[in-house]
């Protein structure tokens, strides 16, 4: 079994959708992936930072199931990253209500020396530069690393995730993003440009739509579990990016047949957490339940037809 | 074997998308799903009408490809459904230019004596009472008769919809229209509701994110293949269907588990459609070329994950 870093928000966040809407609650990147890297009881540890007004419950939350938090630098007299958001009725599109960046604004990660050797890497959606100085601190390349980011930082930090981009395995974003990044519609002549930009991999998130995954010709597509009813999407790409992590760190084998496997656990996951507010799902999710869903996603995508 | 009964227009299209545009060329959705079941060597009837302008050669395309044309009504002094339309650049939307129904006012299908014991029917798009009307010549109730409509009827002949919606077993149906259909939003809770209109099974398309099978608590997925090109999507859901009819007029067997079958065929018939404009690589189209698109479905979509 491989040792898993992973870097990420660890926040607050107050969410309002046709269903409800929240105080502020425990959300960030970080916590979400940790939360379904968690499933697979590899050795993960969270690299973030929060405030003094940051509970001591919402961290037990994460080392209660084996996320090691000493990553997660606490700030004493500073605000935790808290961030707002409500969703459209067509729960596809949000807007940002409030963003206050606090501890956030100077963050800088460090490694635990027990982490510094671990052989994946999953850097959540950061400024790209931060994202690399966790890639510096590691001890040797790692077998895999996986990158998350998002149109904000083309639009404001090109230059930089090119940079860390020629470092990674894998990328994971979304249609637009893909579109934004390569300047190509297609999602397959998209996938091809962003492999000359580094990574081998290229997974990108359609949401609601599913995922694809492609690997040189190679491509893989799952999609997301039809629900009946999608309660709040906040976390799913990270809790998809965090399961993807987590099953390849506990399997060790980073080829593109196990990466197939990797992206139905992810989306899998990822169909859990959007079924109640924030981290609630999550946090409640028993094997035995991550079971049936992986029964349901065969049962939605596997046929037989014989060709000779 | 079973024999399938097609009704649907046969018609001339013009085309503009941002490859290129035609003058009129074959088109029509009874064509188009035609082309598609011809692949299946089932014995098939196109039950249409078209103007003394249509030219013989594209009947004998249907006939030279086993579908029997003796069902299209040729009127001598009257001119051939014509539809113009232009795609906008992301090829998921188009504006209507042109619809001159010319022959199709005053369409009253008569479905070939020797047809009317088929045992599969798929009635194409058109008004519900004309879908209906075939339907009622019959010699019997159909094994399986399939329905696909679209927002126009919903908006201008709903009671119509719903009366012939309680004599078929499959809908077809993309997901704005279901959604307009059943006033639900989750397509999970927008089939449920469409199952008690009638249809045992409910097929959802979503043009390049896939299609949905739903009966009853089961669910199947499709995906579309992700294309380097779209070149021009019409008359993709209409090879779909035809695809789908096709294959289970072909196999006999209209349990669930087939049709799971039926719409990777289907999306694998329409894969290809949209790789040139209008009906040019569907009258082209090899079974090998059908065996290695399926084989790239499957590789597509199939993974192994064991479960207990």
Redesign the interface.
């Known amino acids: 079994m491989s040792k898993l870093v992973i870097v990420g928000t660890v926040a607050f966040d107050a969410i309002e959708t046709p269903f409800g809407k929240t105080d502020k609650i425990l959300g960030g990147a970080g916590t979400f992936i940790g939360l379904a890297a968690s499933q697979f009881n590899v050795d993960s540890a969270v690299v973030s930072v929060v405030g003094g007004d940051f509970p001591q419950d919402y961290l037990d939350l994460l080392s209660d199931r084996n996320v090691d938090t000493s990553g997660i630098e606490i700030v004493q007299d500073g605000k935790t990253f808290f961030w707002s958001g409500k969703y459209h009725?067509?729960m596809n599109s949000r807007d940002t209500l409030v963003t206050e960046l606090n501890v956030l604004e100077h963050f800088n990660p460090v490694v635990p020396e027990s982490y510094k050797d671990a052989e994946v890497v999953m850097l959540g959606n950061l400024h790209p530069m931060t994202q690399l100085s966790v890639l510096k601190q590691m001890n040797k390349k790692p077998k895999l690393a996986i990158l998350d980011t998002m149109n904000f930082w083309m639009d404001c930090a090109l230059d930089d995730l090119y940079t860390v981009m020629k470092h990674i395995d894998v990328i994971t974003i979304n249609d637009e993003e893909a579109r934004q990044l390569s300047g190509e519609?297609?999602?397959?002549?998209a996938a091809r440009k962003i492999h000359t930009m580094g990574p081998q991999y290229v997974v990108i998130k359609?949401g609601e739509?599913?995922a694809?995954l492609f690997h040189d010709e190679?491509?893989?597509?799952a999609?997301a579990l039809?629900?009946?009813?999608?309660f709040d999407p906040t976390g799913a790409g990270d809790t998809f990016a965090g399961g993807f992590a987590g099953f390849l760190a506990k399997t060790e084998d980073y080829s593109f047949e196990n990466m197939?496997?990797a992206v139905?656990y992810g989306s899998a996951l990822a169909s859990f957490c959007v079924e109640k507010f924030g981290t609630e799902r999550m946090v409640n999710l028993k094997a035995d339940d991550v079971?049936k869903r992986?029964?349901a996603f065969?049962?939605?995508?596997?046929?037989?037809?014989e060709?000779?």
């Open positions: 009725n067509d519609y297609s999602l397959v002549a359609k739509h599913g694809l190679h491509m893989f597509y999609p039809p629900l009946e009813e999608v197939k496997k139905i079971r992986l029964h065969k049962q939605l995508t596997q046929f037989e037809i060709l000779t």
